[in-house]
């Protein structure tokens, strides 16, 4: 802690004269490439600030957290962890995308002194101890956007982004995110099961940047006014560090929907060919205590996140608390066919109604929910099911 300290004391000096030092200062946007790692999957962005004459070369990112955070994965669940804006010099920040082994670029930005001062005077604002720690939001605060915000406010009317209405078409946050998941099927899955109907929004020009590459095009794309004129607002772009991005190495065959859709035609066999109660249960105490567990993260994210990314999450429909219900019934050998109908018809009613669902539902979850439909009907009791098991009476 004492040297995080004394990093951010050094980065407050030179703003005691910066005004007076703004001619000769120079402001990159720095944008580095994806990494292996979950958390850097998507790349990331910070702001490198030079003046020569005080041979002061500092970068601000606010991208850090400490994964010894008390109770990590608790607060990160219940979207109550912090991210916090860090100081380190040029040289320590490129010595760790060494390291990963992910490429750097780095662009200038095209402002002027009073401009420049200004930003300056916002990052100054940001360090103090009351504003460096900020809630962290995936698509609406977080590394890029904070650094977004910056310059919006730095610059203000003299910047011009290009009008939204001059596009064919707006992606989604899920669009985007899909980019940069090619190839990791397990992990999109992941995503497509957490996040809802708030990544299925189009995403503006503006918003587009809670991604660092995409602000990285966003931004050169965008203009400044200087002088009556528009010119760009990135400027010399410069690969610091070059590096080949991470090589994805997952086989589709080894991918969610393969092995669902086996786990379908297993399950389909297993109920047609298992006639006896015990082999029965214990098929279905492994299954539904599977989808209850699913069932049980989406009721919390739905109702105690305050990750709003994770709210209003359709998936809650076919991984409903009523499975649960099923699991509780098996477990105390109780015949319930009326919750089993219920998920039943809930199931059958949410594959029929997909398409025109306002949230984009992963292709692989439908041989999931072909398994929910094939176990439920067999114990709820349908006379017209060949498959329901016979120890159950008959309606």
Not at 108 to 120: D, M, P, V, W
Not at 330 to 355: C, E, Y
Request: charged letters at 20%; hydrophobic letters at 45%.
């Amino acid at each position: 802690m004492k040297l995080k300290h004394l990093i951010i004391l050094l980065a407050f000096l030179p703003s005691l004269s910066f005004s007076q030092e703004v001619g000769v200062a120079d402001v990159y946007l720095l944008t580095c490439g994806p990494g292996e790692e979950v958390y850097s999957v998507y790349g990331h962005s910070a702001l490198r600030i030079v003046i020569p004459e005080k041979n002061i070369d500092l970068v601000y990112n606010w991208g850090v957290f400490d994964f010894s955070t008390p109770n990590f994965a608790w607060r990160f669940a219940r979207g109550h962890l912090d991210y916090s804006l860090g100081v380190s010099s040029y040289e320590s920040f490129l010595r760790e995308y060494y390291m990963e082994k992910r490429w750097v670029t780095e662009q200038r930005i095209n402002i002027n002194s009073e401009q420049t001062a200004k930003l300056f005077e916002l990052i100054t604002e940001n360090l103090k101890p009351e504003n460096i720690n900020y809630r962290y939001d995936f698509f609406y605060d977080n590394c890029s956007t904070r650094i977004r915000d910056l310059i919006e406010k730095a610059v203000g009317d003299e910047l011009i982004y290009p009008p939204d209405q001059a596009r064919k078409s707006l992606p989604t946050f899920r669009d985007l995110i899909s980019k940069y998941e090619k190839g990791y099927y397990w992990r999109r899955a992941g995503i497509d099961l957490l996040v809802g109907v708030e990544a299925d929004k189009k995403a503006s020009f503006r918003d587009m940047m809670f991604l660092p590459l995409e602000m990285k095009d966003c931004l050169s794309e965008t203009s400044i006014r200087h002088e009556g004129k528009l010119i760009p607002l990135l400027t010399n772009p410069v690969l610091v560090l070059d590096f080949a991005p991470p090589v994805v190495s997952q086989s589709i065959l080894a991918g969610p929907m393969i092995v669902f859709g086996f786990l379908l035609i297993i399950c389909i066999f297993l109920t047609g060919w298992l006639r006896d109660r015990k082999s029965n249960l214990v098929i279905d105490l492994i299954i539904y205590s599977i989808f209850s567990i699913l069932a049980l993260m989406m009721i919390f994210f739905n109702l105690f996140s305050d990750h709003q990314q994770l709210k209003t999450n359709l998936n809650i429909i076919w991984l409903n608390p009523f499975i649960i219900i099923c699991l509780i019934s098996l477990l105390f050998n109780k015949d319930w066919m009326i919750w089993f109908r219920l998920v039943f018809f809930i199931s059958v009613g949410f594959l029929a109604f997909l398409v025109i669902l306002p949230q984009n539902i992963n292709n692989s979850f439908v041989p999931l929910i072909g398994i929910l439909i094939v176990r439920t009907s067999t114990r709820a009791g349908f006379s017209w099911n060949p498959l329901t098991i016979p120890y159950l009476t008959q309606l």
